[in-house]
Nanobody, 125 residues
């Protein structure tokens, strides 16, 4: 089992950049494929980006491609989400999640067994 804890959220202005971190503890971090999800106000939680165990493969939702970058540091047991050129539409609670399912099949919420508590990001116009 793995425990996840997000950090780095807060209130920022449109155009700012922000990096979220997710620290893992428990079972070996490198065993897990990781992802970031978000839940915007009044919307379902959806996947933003995912990364495989080694960090060699990444995939992004179309709405964030080119603006967000997911990365991981297995030595630090941490996965990151770098977000650039933020706009109010990016306001959401951001969650990190982990799975031992194969990377190519882990593209939806149900694939992920472990979740952090979420971190709020609010982007003002």
């Amino acid at each position: 089992q793995v425990q996840l804890a997000e950090s780095g959220g807060g209130l920022v202005q449109a155009g700012d950049s922000l990096r979220l971190s997710c620290a893992a503890s428990g079972r070996t971090f490198g065993d897990y494929n990781m992802a970031w999800f978000r839940r915007a106000p009044g919307k379902e939680r959806d996947i933003v980006a995912r990364i495989n165990q080694s960090g060699s493969l990444t995939n992004y939702a179309a709405s964030v491609k080119g603006r967000f970058t997911i990365s991981r540091d297995n030595a630090k047991n941490t996965v990151y989400l770098q977000r650039n050129s933020l706009s109010p539409e990016h306001t959401a609670v951001y969650y990190c999640a982990s799975t031992t399912r194969g990377y190519y099949s882990a593209y939806q919420e149900a694939s992920y067994a472990y979740w952090g508590q979420g971190t709020q990001v609010t982007v003002s116009a």
